[in-house]
C-alpha cells in the first residue's frame, strides 16, 4: 500500500518507459515537454497491441464473442475514467479526441442551445487557445459577447474582477484548471460556487490538471469537466468530456450517425441514452482501452503522490532556474503546477530549444497555443520546460547546464 509520503522510486518507473531510454544527439534523451504530452509506459503499449492482436472488433454490433470482448474492455475504460474523476455515474463520461474536441462538443451543443444575442461567456487570460476560439465564434454567430478574467503579474486569476464580470448576462464560464503556460493552479471550487451563486455552469478545462493532481468533479462542483488521454500518459485522439448527466440530457447531440441513434425513419430519429448520444461512429475504441490502462497506471502510482513528488521538482526547478541571470521565469503564482516558462535576454526561445535539443534536451517554444497570454506578458513566446512524475533532480541540473551553454554561445 503507497500513501502520499510513502517514498518515490523514480528510477524503477523510468523502466516502464521505453522510450526514455534512449539517447537523442548523443546524449541521453531528457523529455520535458510534458505539457505538449506525455510518455507511454509499456502497460499501455501492451494493452493496445493486445486489443489490436487479440480483441479487434467494433463494439456494440456484433453478438461475436470478439464484440463482446472489445465492448466489455471499452465499457470498462469508461468506468476506470468516471472512477478517476469521481463521476456521479458512467453516463456522464463521453469519450472524445481530447480536451479540444470534449470544449467544440458543449460549444455546439449546450452553447448553441443556450446563448442568444447580447449573452456572455467568461474565460480568462490564460486559456489556451481551444478554449477561447470554440466560444468566440460561438459568440460571433449568436450576437453574444467574450468576457475575460484579468491575471495579475505572478499569473494569478484577479477573482474581484471575475466577481464583477459575472452579470445576469452571463449563460456560462469556460477556465482553465492548470494554465499550460504559467502553471497557475486555478481557484475551481470557488470560481464554480460563484457561478453557481448566480446560476451559471461552469466548464473546466483539465487537459494539464488530470495528469498531474487528483481530480474530483464532484468535490469542485463544475458542470463540464475535460481532459486529454494523451497528456495522461495514454494514446492520442481520445479524451473525456464529463458533464453532470441532467445538463447532457438536455443537450442536442453534436455529430449525427450510427451509434447515437435508438430508432431512425426517414420522418425522424429517436437518439440513444447517455453516454451514446454522444458518441456518434465507430468509436477510438483502442485508444479509449489504452486510455483505461493509462488511468489504471498513474492512479496505482497514486495522484496524490505524483503531485507532491512533481512540487518538489518544481520547488527544485524553480530555484535552480531562477538563480541563472538575465533569465525570466514567467508563472510565478502561488499555487503552481509542475511548468517551467521562462524567456533569456538577447535570446529568441527558438534558439534555446534548438541548442538544448543538441544536448538531448526536449522542451517547447513559441506561443503554446496561448497567444493573448503571451501579449499579457509583453512577449511573443516562452521557453517552456514542464515535468511529469518521470523526470528527475539530475534531469534539471542537465537543463541548466544546457542553459549556461545557451549563455555561452550567445554571450
Ligand atoms: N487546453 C489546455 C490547457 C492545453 O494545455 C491543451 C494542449 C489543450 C487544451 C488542447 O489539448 P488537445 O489534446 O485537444 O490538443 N496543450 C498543449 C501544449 O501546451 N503544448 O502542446 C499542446
Redesign the pocket.
Known sequence: MTTATSAFDVARIREDFPVLQQMVNGKPLVYLDN???SQKPQSVIDTLVHYYTSDNSNVHRGVHTLSQRATEDYDAARSTARQFLNAASDQEIIFV?????G?NLVAHSYGRQHLGPGDEIIISTM??H??IIPWQVLCQEKGAHLRVIPINDAGELLIDEYERLLTPRTKLVSI?H????LGTINPIEQIVEMAHSRGVPVLV?G??AAPHMAVDVQKLGCDFYVF?G??VCGPTGI?VLYGKSDLLEAMPPYQLGSEMIKSVTFERTIYNDLPYKFEPGTPHIAGAIGLGAAISYISDIGMDRIFAYESELLRYGTERLSAIGGLTLIGTAAKKGSVLSFVMDGVHPHDIGTILDAEGIAI?TGH??AQPLMDRFGVPATARA?LAFYNTKEEIDVLVKGIDRVIEVFS
Not at 178 to 181: A, F, I, Q, T
Open positions: 505539457a505538449a504530452t479526441k481530447g480536451t479540444t474536441d470544449i486559456e489556451h481551444s478554449n482553465t492548470v494554465s499550460n503556460v478545462d487537459a494539464q486529454s494523451h497528456k479524451g517547447r503554446h497555443c514542464s
